[in-house]
């Protein structure tokens, strides 16, 4: 089965621009999240998706990001004004509906903000 | 938040040699994963362990859960050069949510 897509899978921009990734799950996966991996530190959940819904945005910065996921499928994380700190990997990964817990990660998006 | 913390950060070791992580985390658990992390790519899952079970083995791979003490342990035997890559440890929180650890990187010298 195809793997999760991300895109673009580099972005470099300056800081007060905005950026959007894309992320496209696994076919019939119905969670889906997008996290920030900052360099040298372990993934840090952004949102998490159930079908179109969000169930949890807790550590989502929303005065700037924000994420949709329209038709419970794609999903698209934007950043508005970008950062210098928002530099990180984004990645996003996607979840079947089962018992175990398992997620399938994106090769993610590096940003950097100049 | 982080709820894991890995241990240690850094670890280089010999091709053939074997190499453990640990990973200690804060609250309750229903279950603790292990991801492999190559550079520049994203988190693969490796192994599954639920809180009522205390070892599982998964090819070269050994994971050992101790609830009393919030801890685990990753064992990889006979390490190869493919096994560089960051390792990290995820906590169920509930609600079909994770919480990942820093990682501890692993190099295998040939």
């Known amino acids: 089965e195809a793997g999760v897509a991300q895109s673009p899978r580099y972005k470099i921009i300056e800081k007060r621009q905005s950026v959007a990734f894309w992320c496209n799950p696994i076919s019939g996966h119905a969670t889906l999240y997008w996290y920030q991996q900052i360099l040298g530190q372990g993934p840090k959940l952004l949102i998490q998706f159930q079908n179109n819904g969000v169930v949890d945005d807790s550590q989502l910065p929303k005065d700037r990001f924000s994420a949709e996921r329209l038709k419970g499928v794609d999903s698209t994380l934007k950043i508005q004004p970008a950062k210098l700190e928002d530099s990180a990997v984004y990645l996003c990964?996607?979840?079947?509906?089962?018992?175990?817990?398992?997620?399938?990660f994106g090769p993610g998006t590096r940003l950097t903000v100049l | 938040s982080q709820q894991g913390e890995e241990d240690p950060q850094a670890l280089s070791i010999q091709e053939g040699e074997n190499a453990t992580m640990n990973c200690s985390y804060k609250t309750s658990i229903n279950n603790l994963q292990w991801y492999r992390q190559n550079s520049g790519r994203g988190l693969v899952h490796l192994i599954l362990?639920?809180?009522?079970?205390r070892e599982k083995h998964s090819g070269r791979l050994r994971v050992t859960l101790d609830t009393s003490k919030k801890s685990s342990s990753l064992l990889i035997t006979a390490s190869r050069a493919a096994d560089t890559a960051s390792y990290f440890c995820a906590t169920d929180e509930g609600a079909q949510k994770l919480v990942f650890g820093q990682g501890t990187r692993l190099t295998i010298n040939p």
């Open positions: 990964a996607s979840k079947a509906a089962s018992i175990k817990n398992e997620q399938f």
């Open positions: 362990i639920r809180s009522n079970e």
